[in-house]
């Protein structure tokens, strides 16, 4: 039996711990990305004022939210984490190097961080989209508050996912360079 096939018989097994850490990782990708869309959307900075207290209050909770599912997203992580340390001391017990089990183990990690961000990014659209609907229906709906997407909300969202990208990356190197 392969190592990759090992791996995967694992991966199997033990479901559960990477759907925990799936669902982390996309929900606040979605949760600050649908929050940036909105945010940096034309509408919205058209119409708070430069140097307001909106402003500075909307960037407060913009900032407030990428705190907390940054943190959100590194405890998952490390509970994911804690759960591969019995997973690598069993295969370094018998014989396997470190520096393969960092490359696995950084494959892994990069295949479910990228397509959790990607899957956060996509779903951030409709479900900004939907949010902007249900201000429209209780707040105030004209002509000129239509649902707008700015280029600057697309690249926040981004920028999110490689930190908390690098976040990951950086605990999963700690933890292999840690494990004995």
Avoid at 28 to 34: G, P
Avoid at 112 to 123: E, K, T
């Amino acid at each position: 039996m392969t190592m990759s096939k090992i791996l995967q018989h694992i991966r199997k097994k033990n479901r559960s711990q990477y759907t925990m850490l799936v669902f982390c990782i996309t929900l606040s990708v979605l949760l600050v990305t649908s929050f940036s869309l909105l945010y940096y959307s034309p509408t919205v900075q058209s119409i708070l004022p430069v140097g307001g207290y909106s402003r500075k209050q909307a960037d407060l909770i913009l900032a407030i939210a990428v705190i907390g599912c940054t943190v959100f997203s590194t405890y998952a992580s490390g509970i994911f984490l804690k759960y591969k340390s019995r997973q690598v001391g069993v295969f370094l017990a018998l014989g396997e190097k470190k520096s393969n089990l960092r490359k696995d183990l950084m494959k892994e990690l990069t295949l479910i961080v990228s397509g959790c961000c990607l899957a956060g990014l996509v779903l951030s659209l409709p479900v900004s989209f939907i949010i902007w609907k249900a201000f429209q229906l209780f707040l105030v709906s004209t002509d000129s508050t239509g649902y707008q997407v700015g280029a600057g909300g697309v690249l926040f969202g981004i920028a999110f996912c490689v930190g908390v990208a690098l976040c990951m990356f950086v605990a999963a190197a700690r933890f292999v360079k840690r494990t004995n």
